[in-house]
């Protein structure tokens, strides 16, 4: 089982544990499978992620990663990492800022 | 609170910069507001006084000479920082979140005095930052002695901010020192941290600073916001950049 994020949550995922809102309130229970229409609630009630069966943070970001031009995500990556040099990138926080950042730079790329 | 509709009513270019933030991507009400005192209803006394005073602040700044700071960038980076210190603490759900917004906003203010006052030494921190690659405010205390975090502190003392802001923009870059409002100085901190990151324009800064964990710690979320939070800066931003910056070039 892992937590991974709400964008790499994806239709007949098995829900490990319960999906709590922001306020408490149980959205849905573990044990589920997870149905497009789920994902569209967990959104609305601002769930950031939650608990699926086989499969972790990293392999979700590794294939989401997959996705994308090698070339491309290399390039993002080493400009980006640059502007790191202080803050450095093993915290958990500055670990998952940059890897969004290089996702958002890409996007903002291809729009 | 018909006190505060009043007042702002009276003046018109600020009623109408409010109504357009409450109707911006900054609520997302499903029907228009017309009117200031409707928007009092709706948001709430405190937080349409805080939004007053987060627009003001920026056109009293407007004719700030330019010649070490670029305004318009300057202040961008500003309202990237208050959006996100907003997110968070709606994420935190978190009283009045537009207290957040101003801390956030206001962060780097000091940088408007420390360098239209200072110019010789400004350049000289400026240029030892871009020269050698130190963040800005380490230059600043080695050239000067303090930095725009303390400077923006005593600025925001003089003018009898509440106290929760003041702390929040002195310690925004060693948020444990806040002994306060160790959450509101966390949230300008990380908030700091991700507009720099996102290069949603830059107060002089092109470098992420250091990371002091303990005010990620002090939030207690998890890194899975991040997603999420960094795509509504993005829109927010997008929505209401022009409207506080209007008339700023």
Redesign the interface.
């Known amino acids: 089982m892992g937590v991974i994020n709400l964008e790499d949550l994806k239709p007949d995922m098995l829900l490990d544990d319960d999906v709590l809102a922001r306020n408490g309130r149980v959205l849905l229970r573990g044990g589920n499978w997870l149905t497009e229409k789920h994902l569209g609630i967990f959104k609305a009630w601002g769930v950031t992620e939650a608990s699926v069966h086989r499969i972790t943070r990293d392999e979700a970001a590794a294939s989401a990663a997959e996705e994308i031009d090698p070339t491309i995500l290399k390039a993002t990556e080493e400009r980006m990492r640059s502007r790191f040099i202080h803050s450095g990138t093993e915290h958990p926080l500055l670990a998952e800022l940059l890897r969004v950042c290089i996702f958002r730079n890409i996007q903002k790329l291809e729009s | 609170m018909r006190d505060i509709a009043q007042i702002i009513s009276a003046d018109q270019s600020l009623s109408a910069r409010l109504l357009r933030l409450v109707n911006s991507a900054f609520f997302w009400f499903p029907s228009r507001i017309d009117t200031i005192s409707h928007a009092v209803t709706i948001i709430g006394t405190k937080q349409l006084r805080d939004l007053a005073l987060a627009t003001s602040v920026i056109q009293m700044f407007k004719g700030i000479p330019g010649e070490l700071i670029r305004v318009k960038p300057f202040w961008q980076h500003c309202i990237a920082c208050g959006i996100g210190s907003r997110i968070l603490a709606s994420?935190q759900?978190m009283p009045n979140i537009e207290s957040f917004f101003v801390s956030g906003l206001l962060h780097d203010i000091g940088q408007l005095i420390l360098y239209s006052d200072n110019t010789e030494q400004a350049k000289e921190a400026l240029t030892l930052s871009a020269e050698e690659?130190k963040?800005l405010y380490i230059s600043e205390r080695n050239v000067m002695g303090l930095d725009h975090a303390e400077v923006g502190g005593l600025l925001l003392s003089e003018w009898r901010l509440p106290k929760s802001i003041e702390e929040t923009v002195r310690f925004h870059h060693r948020p444990a020192g806040s002994k306060r409002f160790p959450m509101e100085a966390s949230i300008a901190h990380?908030s700091d941290?991700?507009a720099?990151?996102?290069?949603l324009e830059t107060s002089g800064e092109?470098?992420?600073?250091?990371?002091a964990?303990s005010a990620?710690d002090e939030i207690g979320l998890?890194?899975?916001?991040?997603?999420?939070m960094?795509q509504q800066m993005?829109q927010q931003y997008k929505d209401s950049v022009d409207l506080f910056l209007e008339g700023i070039k």
């Open positions: 994420f759900k690659g963040l990380i941290l991700i720099n990151a996102m290069q092109r470098l992420v600073p250091i990371l964990k990620w998890s890194t899975s916001v991040l997603a999420p960094t993005d």
